[in-house]
């Protein structure tokens, strides 16, 4: 993909969080083509508890990609969204 656009973060400590979480970081990265209609974008949450140990994150991508560029058929344009959800457990020396 060829227009690219920076990377967005931004740092939340000054909301009620989910204990023992003292910060969230969202970062979010939109990726999209001059030439066609495709576009991706990913955004991520992590908790940090007070130490800046990962407590959690969470991954959300949604896109519209060329999956199937050679078929003459116009269904192979699909839009996806996809969510996964991974868990860490906090550890003393993990950084």
């Not at 967005?8 to 999209?32: M, N």
């Amino acid at each position: 993909m060829s227009n690219s656009s920076r990377v967005h973060c931004r740092t939340i400590e000054d909301v009620p969080l989910p204990y023992p979480a003292s910060k969230l970081i969202i970062t979010q990265h939109l990726e999209a083509s001059r030439e066609s209609p495709f576009w991706a974008w990913i955004i991520v949450g992590a908790f940090y508890d007070r130490q800046d140990n990962v407590l959690w994150s969470a991954e959300i991508f949604a896109g519209r990609l060329d999956i199937d560029s050679d078929s003459e058929d116009e269904s192979s344009d699909t839009e996806s969204v996809a969510e996964s959800y991974t868990e860490e457990a906090a550890s003393p020396g993990k950084h």
